[in-house]
């Protein structure tokens, strides 16, 4: 099926625009830790390829060899051969999974379907995760948190760390707990390797997964 490339590269920039996912970014602390945050894409990458056969080869191979980074979170690719359309759309696992990215692939068909029709989109909204963390951060500031966070740190610094379970509990087994305390040298040398390996635990994050819409 071939598909409008004005019309789809709308259908694109309106999914990025009101899915939260895609609004996601991270900036590097000065002690090297990451913060989130939601900002407008700075700039989305939304690839326009024309090829004059039906050969895209060349185009899958170039999408699974792409490297996302917590700098560029997705990308989407629209591929037009002189019969058919595809959309390419590759995501960091960090902000999208398997499920997620058949979300992405249902709005497609529903916005373009909209949009070839002449529909407006005005009521045409997704569930926002923004509302959650505003309700959280009015929660931190409130006098409830205090109260709260009074409460649970008087109840848990009482709690006794020899049981975890009582004796009335669906099994009927008492867990028993040991704690110890690591040389200061050992805590170094993980952190050290940790820090090192920061890196490759980035990279298994990268989804090598590709949608591809015909």
């Known amino acids: 099926m071939y598909l409008t490339q004005k019309i789809l590269k709308k259908t694109i920039e309106t999914i990025i625009e009101r899915n939260d996912s895609f609004h996601i970014h991270f900036k590097r602390n000065k002690d090297g830790s990451y913060s989130q945050f939601f900002a407008d894409p700075e700039k989305p990458i939304i690839n326009i390829h024309k090829i004059n056969n039906e050969n895209i080869s060349p185009i899958k191979e170039f999408y699974k060899n792409f490297e996302l980074s917590l700098v560029q979170l997705f990308a989407f690719g629209l591929v037009f051969t002189p019969t058919h359309t595809y959309v390419f759309y590759k995501s960091h696992h960090i902000i999208a999974d398997g499920w997620g990215m058949t979300q992405v692939a249902e709005q497609i068909k529903e916005i373009y379907s909209k949009l070839l029709s002449g529909e407006t989109l005005d009521n045409y909204t ?89």
């Open 126 to 214: 997704k569930p926002s995760y923004t509302s959650l963390i505003k309700r959280e951060q009015d929660y931190l500031t409130s006098s409830k948190y205090k109260t709260d966070y009074a409460f649970w740190n008087k109840y848990v610094s009482n709690l006794g760390t020899t049981r975890l379970f009582h004796n009335d509990d669906m099994f009927q087994k008492d867990a028993i707990r040991s704690e110890h305390l690591i040389p200061s040298t050992l805590a170094k040398d993980i952190d050290s390797f940790l820090s090192i390996q920061f890196y490759f635990r980035i990279r298994i994050f990268l989804s090598n997964s590709i949608y591809i819409l015909f």
